[in-house]
């Protein structure tokens, strides 16, 4: 059996060994063995996520500008990833460029989706992503797999929404805001909607 060690406890009976198939690192193992570049230290894996025995993904980056690390993982015809999938019982895997931007990673991961715009609220570790409404599904994928490992990859909280659900909140908002204005700060509606459309969303900003 081919494994991973997760922990090894030590009792009365002697020491347990843990062992994992469907942890992450052990996908992470597998492509080493299968590619030397990330054996070497060429290629690496900065990110790992599995639904174990359905869908993974992984996000590789070169350290070596003449490598692409996406290619080298898949390997001629395949024969590298496919060796990995072998071994995960046919697990299919995803294999995405890393990129330090978040959104950008982000789009990345959400593939094979077409994204169409992407809000980061870094504070908040949240990202909202806006969609075609012929992707959403694909985005979100069977049972919400897609995106859920999107959001291990990323480690941000992800909210899926197409194009049309967006403008329909941004309008809510607008209103409530003008609305807010309008009340406080005794302006018509012409002026309350300036300030909105001017980036301010609280009194104490206005102040």
């Known amino acids: 059996v081919r494994a991973v060690i997760t922990k090894v406890e030590r009792n ?10 469907g942890a992450p690192d052990f996908m992470r193992k597998l492509f080493a ?4 570049e990330i054996y070497d230290g060429i290629i690496e894996i900065k990110a790992a996520a599995r639904d174990p025995g359905s869908r993974a993904k992984i996000g590789v980056i070169s350290h070596d500008s003449s490598i692409d690390p996406v290619g080298a993982c898949v390997g001629m015809k395949g024969s590298r990833v496919q060796a990995v999938v072998q071994e995960l019982q ?6 995405i460029p890393w990129n330090e931007d ?5 789009v990345n991961a959400l593939q094979p989706a077409e994204v169409s715009k992407v809000v980061l609220d870094e504070e908040a570790g949240k990202i909202e992503v806006v969609v075609p409404e012929e992707q959403l599904s694909l985005a979100i994928g069977r049972r919400g797999q897609n995106v ?12 899926i929404m197409t194009e049309e659900q ?6 809510a908002e607008f209103e409530l805001r003008t ?6 700060l005794d302006l018509d509606e012409f002026f309350a909607q300036l300030l909105v459309s001017e980036g ?3 009194l104490e900003e206005v102040a």
């Open 33 to 36: 063995q299968e590619v030397p």
């Open 148 to 159: 859920r490992l999107a959001s291990q990859l990323t480690g941000l909280d992800i909210d």
């Open 90 to 95: 046919g697990e299919k895997i995803d294999i």
């Open 179 to 184: 609305k807010l204005f309008m009340d406080n």
């Open 166 to 171: 967006e403008s329909q909140r941004r309008q």
């Open 12 to 21: 009365n009976r002697g020491p347990q060994i843990f062992l994992s198939r």
């Open 102 to 106: 978040q959104p950008t990673f982000l």
């Open 200 to 202: 301010f969303t609280t």
